[in-house]
């Protein structure tokens, strides 16, 4: 089950103040906190680590139909590579892990969390509505199952997790869907692993 | 403290956060920070340090997981409160 989350960076510089008092210790462990402190680019840092927790949070909330949460620190993230345009890591729930893989730039994180990095993944960022990217969504999926796009629908279900109905029934949820500022990104997993 | 005087307060804290103003006209004891105001999950974050701030009580993060409607906050900050208030 797959999670994804993205971050427009210069709209989070805008409108979230990661140095106010309190910010970092609601979210992050002593563990995660020095790793921003040593970051060279702190920013950046803050806002890879949220991914992160967030693209975690629902690849497992799918992965076990949870109700939503706001518990950040229950995420654990180990990031084991980071290098210019992407980052690698796993972030842990308990015995639970998932893996996730970023993508950097200087405008925009994204990253894709699973349980098993087996899981084949084709991921979309765009500089469009959030509507607009539904409807890319919608029209690829589809596409690969030859089906009128127009019998297809963005739906979420009673936890806020989003799935797509084929004639007003449940019909496939294996992706994840995210927007924030400028960008609207979905990961989708079309192929059965 | 009242219940509508804290939902006056938290009005006042969320505001700026919204971003569903339709929604944030009809704020009341059922409205959901996410689903209704579409505020986003790093001002959730914002939110509860400044409900922290503003009724002068400390929230943990096993209160936390369960702040997801005005319903929910007030019912937080009214049990912080009596802690405080012994």
Known sequence: MIGNDVVDLKAAAAESDWSRKGFLEKVFSEEERELICAAADQHQMV???????????????????????????????NLEEISTGKASGVV??????YFTASGITSENIHTTARPN????????????SSAAAKNKLLQQTADFHFLPVADLHF??????VPYISYKNAEFFNRFSFSDHGRYSAFSLSLRIS | METNEIIYCLKKIVKPYVQNDLAFQDFNIKTDFTRDLEINSAHLVDIVLDVEDEFNIAIDNQAMEN????????????????????
């Open chain 1, 47 to 77: 806002w890879l680590l949220w991914s992160m927790k967030e693209a975690a949070y629902k690849a497992r909330q799918r992965h076990f139909n949870l109700p939503r949460r706001l518990n950040w620190q229950l995420l654990h993230c």
């Open chain 1, 92 to 97: 842990k729930v308990g015995a639970e892990k």
């Open chain 1, 117 to 128: 990095s087996k899981i084949p993944l084709e991921n979309f960022i765009f500089e469009t």
């Open chain 1, 155 to 160: 739906r979420k279900d009673l936890h806020g």
């Open chain 2, 67 to 86: 702040m997801m409607t005005v319903g929910d906050a007030v019912k937080i900050i009214k049990k912080k409160q009596v802690n405080h208030d012994r």
